[in-house]
T-cell receptor
Framework: KQEVTQIPAALSVPEGENLVLNCSFT??????LQWFRQDPGKGLTSLLL?????REQTSGRLNASLDKSSGRSTLYIAASQPGDSATYLC???????????FGQGTRLTINP | GAVVSQHPSRVICKSGTSVKIECRSL??????MFWYRQFPKQSLMLMAT?????????EQGVEKDKFLINHASLTLSTLTVTSAHPEDSSFYIC???????????FGQGTRLTVV
């Protein structure tokens, strides 16, 4: 059974810092990996999608990497801003890519 | 493209009543949709896979008679929470994707509060 773990559970940093969120999964047989952002009481915003054949994806200040063999992914956020404060969820696609197993999330707070 | 719309976004109902949540794919057809649930301060857990024209597949521990899923068309899946109780209060969210697209697109979610 696939399990996804995110470390740390919570992170608080000053504005402007670069930071890394970690995600690990137990079964390397994944179709893809997605990083999402969730604001309090809201739905999911897709940030980055990495297909199983890819190593990384970039969007603006965000960069996500994928190492299938070791079962790990990282989300790098450069020059953090208070608006980046949210919960970040990592999810792996199984059984056809659309079915996702989520991690518990990292609650990020960027202090002005 | 690949827009998924969910309705309602928020609902409050009395204990013992039933609530229906709709998930629509607006610009594509979806033979499969997925329903997730998120309890406060927890992550999303898959509840069931909705299959167009056939029975839904439920994850272990999810009561199929309590959470009725109907996927009667290629653009609409509904989740009905029957005889709702306060412990069913949660955030319910659906996902779908066009055929051949290896990604998941989510609706806005529905916050259900049972009083």
């Amino acid at each position: 059974k696939q399990e996804v773990t995110q470390i740390p559970a919570a992170l608080s940093v000053p504005e402007g810092e670069n930071l890394v969120l970690n995600c690990s999964f137990t079964d390397s047989a994944i179709y893809n990996l997605q990083w999402f952002r969730q604001d309090p009481g809201k739905g999911l915003t897709s940030l980055l999608l990495i297909q199983s054949s890819q190593r990384e994806q970039t969007s603006g200040r965000l960069n996500a990497s994928l190492d299938k063999s070791s079962g790990r992914s990282t989300l790098y956020i450069a020059a953090s801003q208070p608006g980046d404060s949210a919960t970040y969820l990592c999810a792996v696609g199984i059984q056809g890519a659309q079915k996702l197993v989520f991690g518990q999330g990292t609650r990020l707070t960027i202090n002005p | 493209g690949a827009v998924v719309s969910q309705h309602p976004s928020r609902v409050i109902c009395k204990s013992g009543t039933s609530v229906k949540i709709e998930c629509r794919s607006l610009d594509f057809q979806a033979t499969t949709m997925f329903w997730y649930r998120q309890f406060p301060k927890q992550s999303l857990m898959l509840m069931a896979t909705s299959n167009e024209g056939s029975k839904a597949t439920y994850e272990q521990g999810v009561e199929k008679d309590k959470f009725l899923i109907n996927h009667a068309s290629l653009t609409l899946s509904t989740l009905t929470v029957t005889s709702a109780h306060p412990e069913d209060s949660s955030f319910y969210i659906c996902s779908a994707a066009p055929q051949g697209i290896n990604a998941a697109f989510f609706g806005q979610g529905t916050r259900l509060t049972v009083v």
